[in-house]
Every structure is written in structure tokens, then in C-alpha cells.
């Protein structure tokens, strides 16, 4: 996460919302991994899935540059 901060949104690549993206995907895959009984609301998911979509378009148009 610091590298992408670092390298990618300090560098004004991408913007600074997708830092925010990154960090919440990061925290939610964190619960799943390591709070088993933990639940996460569908809500939160579909939000998250929505997030990703944009990260991943994104990034396919900063390496097409």
C-alpha cells in the first residue's frame, strides 16, 4: 500500500481516491482472512466489487499511455 501511495498516487498517476479504494479493499480482505466468524455486509461488497471495477479501468488506461 505504501509503494502504490508512493509510486502511483504521489506521482499524480492516479488519483488519490483510488488510494482510498486500495485501503478499504485491503482492510475487507483483512477481516476475511483473519475474522472468520466476522460477517461482511452484501452492501459493503457490491461497493467494494464497484470500487475495483473503477481501480481496474483506471489502471488499463495508465498503461495504455
Known amino acids: 500500500?505504501?509503494?502504490?501511495?508512493k509510486h502511483i498516487?504521489?506521482?499524480?498517476l492516479m488519483d488519490k481516491v483510488f488510494?482510498?479504494?486500495f485501503?478499504?479493499?485491503y482492510?475487507?480482505?483483512?477481516?476475511?482472512?483473519?475474522?472468520?466468524?466476522?460477517e461482511i455486509a452484501e452492501e459493503k461488497v457490491?461497493?467494494?466489487?464497484d470500487?475495483?471495477?473503477s481501480f481496474i479501468s483506471t489502471v488499463k488506461?495508465?498503461?495504455r499511455k
Open 27 to 38: 482492510d475487507l480482505r483483512q477481516v476475511g482472512d483473519y475474522e472468520a466468524l466476522k
Open 46 to 49: 457490491r461497493d467494494i466489487i
Open 19 to 21: 488510494a482510498r479504494y
Open 9 to 12: 498516487v504521489k506521482e499524480n
Open 61 to 63: 488506461e495508465l498503461i
Open 51 to 53: 470500487k475495483a471495477g
Open 23 to 25: 485501503d478499504e479493499a
Open 1 to 5: 500500500r505504501l509503494l502504490f501511495d
